[in-house]
């Protein structure tokens, strides 16, 4: 019995050095009973010099209070992911994210667990990012104008109906009120986005945009909000985006994946226009218009409790949905000319086109990764190309061996109705034309020789 329980303790002690996570066990007296390399790696210390000594003695600037491993000792009660901030006993200050859990063998209380996450870096980084928001901010308003790369002339199409959003976009850009915008992950919603921030008022002010799923959630709130010096150990005044965005557009990626709890403090922020630093109690005024931005459609944000239905009406006073690149056909092969021609000056390329196989390809390929796929995917072969023309032989080896890919979701039926085919052959010309003509009935009309109100009549009849 004594060997299959130090083999049991052999085989687990085993287990807990191979977790890629910081695992440190107190027994109740606060005393280190295991600690595994990676903990040691992420407080900055040797081994040796935590296991065995009460935790204080190790990281003197922990206290009964501040240590999550110490409370639970005291409190017998778990602590789910908790920021902690102390100083090792080498003078280097240590950000981790902590859960902190009771052991019980049988029905006996002996010590507690702590599975750490080593933040330090991802909030140097952080700050960083902020400090280099802060250069932004203090430019002239020139250079500020600069940080939008993109207009709504840069978001390709020949769809009537994404066109359409384009065109309502320039008209709501002169508002102020906030605006979500839906598309899959490679629609454009950025470059949707700076395009509207472009036609506004606020062109010249700054564009701050932040993925909410990038940053930690412990760290979301001081990035977007800022800081007060001693909100926490090492924390200084720091401006947060909401201020580097004053006078401009604050840009929030992927909203759902924001906390709820955040999501309640911005929704405030929407209502009264005031924010508050963390640790502060002093209210501060900022005027920012917030475009935020979801690859989940809102519908199923709202049913699986990913947004607050409060925060989503106050958004939802304009919304755009951006469609996905397998919904406008039309599209691929007009967008895959504008491709090839921008690769052929940035490569040094002479690519005419190409071949009849691949167009069949591309026509009917889904895209699940949208025009980002498309454009990744003829960059790669742009690079490869030997000939003149872009062939099925070129394509990304994971495409080659993608059999569907020609057919997508199209049913035989469907192919073979001579009604429908005719209907979409007479839609794509007509689009042709428009986007030849730049808009003009007349000039289009002319192109498909046909009279100008037969052109008429027939935009009436394509869906917009």
């Given at each position: 019995?004594?060997?299959?329980?130090?083999?049991?303790?052999e085989?687990l002690?085993?287990?807990?050095k191979?977790?890629?996570?910081?695992?440190?066990?107190?027994?109740t007296?606060?005393?280190?009973?295991?600690?595994?390399?990676?903990?040691?790696k992420?407080?900055?210390?040797?081994?040796?010099?935590?296991?065995?000594?009460h935790?204080?003695?190790?990281?003197p600037?922990l206290t009964?209070?501040?240590?999550?491993?110490?409370?639970v000792?005291r409190?017998?009660?778990?602590?789910?992911?908790q920021?902690?901030?102390?100083?090792n006993?080498?003078g280097?200050?240590?950000?981790?994210i902590?859960?902190?859990l009771p052991?019980?063998?049988?029905?006996?209380f002996?010590g507690?667990?702590?599975?750490?996450?080593?933040?330090?870096r991802?909030?140097?980084?952080?700050?960083r990012?902020?400090?280099?928001?802060?250069?932004f901010?203090?430019?002239s308003?020139n250079?500020?104008?600069?940080?939008?790369?993109?207009?709504?002339?840069?978001l390709?199409?020949i769809?009537?109906?994404?066109?359409?959003?384009?065109e309502?976009a320039r008209?709501?850009?002169?508002?102020?009120s906030?605006?979500?915008?839906?598309?899959?992950?490679?629609t454009?919603?950025?470059?949707?986005?700076?395009?509207?921030?472009?036609?506004?008022?606020?062109?010249e002010?700054p564009?701050?945009?932040?993925?909410?799923?990038?940053?930690?959630?412990?760290?979301l709130?001081?990035?977007l909000?800022?800081t007060?010096?001693?909100s926490?150990?090492g924390?200084?005044?720091?401006?947060?985006?909401f201020?580097?965005?004053?006078?401009?557009?604050?840009?929030?990626?992927?909203?759902h994946?924001?906390p709820?709890?955040l999501?309640?403090?911005?929704?405030?922020?929407?209502?009264?226009?005031?924010?508050?630093?963390v640790?502060?109690?002093?209210?501060i005024?900022?005027?920012?218009r917030?475009i935020?931005?979801m690859?989940v459609?809102?519908?199923?944000?709202?049913?699986?409790?990913?947004?607050?239905?409060d925060l989503?009406?106050?958004?939802?006073v304009?919304?755009f949905?951006?469609?996905?690149?397998?919904?406008?056909?039309?599209d691929?092969?007009?967008?895959?000319?504008?491709?090839?021609?921008?690769?052929n000056?940035?490569l040094s390329?002479?690519?005419?086109?190409?071949?009849?196989k691949?167009?069949?390809f591309?026509?009917?390929?889904?895209?699940?990764?949208?025009?980002?796929?498309?454009?990744?995917?003829?960059?790669y072969?742009?690079?490869v190309?030997?000939g003149?023309h872009?062939?099925v032989?070129?394509l990304?080896?994971?495409?080659?061996?993608?059999?569907?890919?020609a057919?997508?979701?199209n049913?035989?039926?469907?192919?073979?109705?001579l009604?429908?085919n005719l209907e979409?052959?007479e839609?794509?010309?007509?689009?042709r034309?428009?986007d030849?003509?730049k808009?003009?009935?007349?000039?289009?009309?002319k192109?498909?020789?046909?009279?100008?109100?037969t052109?008429?009549?027939?935009?009436k009849?394509?869906?917009h």
């Amino acid at each position: 019995m004594g060997q299959l329980t130090a083999l049991t303790q052999e085989v687990l002690t085993a287990i807990l050095k191979s977790i890629d996570e910081g695992i440190h066990v107190v027994n109740t007296e606060g005393k280190t009973i295991f600690y595994n390399e990676v903990a040691a790696k992420h407080d900055g210390m040797d081994i040796e010099e935590v296991l065995g000594k009460h935790l204080i003695d190790a990281f003197p600037s922990l206290t009964e209070e501040s240590s999550t491993l110490l409370k639970v000792i005291r409190t017998g009660k778990p602590i789910y992911n908790q920021a902690q901030v102390y100083v090792n006993m080498h003078g280097v200050r240590i950000d981790t994210i902590n859960t902190t859990l009771p052991i019980f063998l049988a029905e006996d209380f002996v010590g507690a667990v702590e599975i750490a996450k080593d933040y330090s870096r991802m909030k140097l980084l952080a700050e960083r990012l902020l400090d280099l928001q802060k250069g932004f901010s203090k430019s002239s308003p020139n250079k500020r104008a600069k940080q939008v790369k993109y207009t709504l002339n840069d978001l390709k199409t020949i769809n009537l109906e994404l066109i359409n959003t384009k065109e309502e976009a320039r008209k709501l850009a002169k508002s102020d009120s906030p605006i979500l915008v839906y598309g899959e992950s490679g629609t454009g919603k950025e470059l949707f986005v700076q395009g509207i921030h472009h036609e506004s008022h606020r062109s010249e002010g700054p564009f701050v945009a932040q993925n909410c799923a990038a940053i930690p959630e412990t760290l979301l709130e001081s990035i977007l909000f800022g800081t007060v010096k001693g909100s926490y150990t090492g924390a200084v005044d720091r401006k947060g985006l909401f201020e580097l965005a004053d006078g401009g557009t604050l840009f929030l990626d992927e909203l759902h994946t924001m906390p709820i709890e955040l999501q309640a403090k911005l929704l405030r922020i929407l209502e009264d226009g005031m924010i508050r630093r963390v640790g502060s109690s002093q209210n501060i005024s900022v005027n920012v218009r917030v475009i935020a931005a979801m690859n989940v459609h809102p519908q199923t944000a709202l049913q699986e409790k990913m947004i607050r239905h409060d925060l989503y009406y106050r958004l939802n006073v304009f919304t755009f949905s951006l469609l996905p690149l397998r919904d406008r056909r039309e599209d691929i092969m007009y967008l895959t000319d504008f491709f090839i021609q921008e690769f052929n000056r940035q490569l040094s390329k002479t690519i005419q086109g190409v071949e009849k196989k691949l167009e069949i390809f591309l026509t009917g390929y889904q895209w699940p990764g949208n025009v980002r796929e498309l454009k990744h995917t003829l960059e790669y072969m742009m690079n490869v190309c030997e000939g003149n023309h872009l062939g099925v032989v070129d394509l990304p080896v994971i495409l080659r061996q993608y059999p569907a890919g020609a057919k997508g979701n199209n049913h035989p039926s469907d192919n073979l109705s001579l009604r429908k085919n005719l209907e979409e052959v007479e839609k794509k010309l007509i689009i042709r034309a428009l986007d030849l003509s730049k808009g003009n009935i007349n000039q289009a009309a002319k192109l498909l020789e046909i009279p100008r109100q037969t052109l008429q009549y027939k935009l009436k009849k394509i869906p917009h």
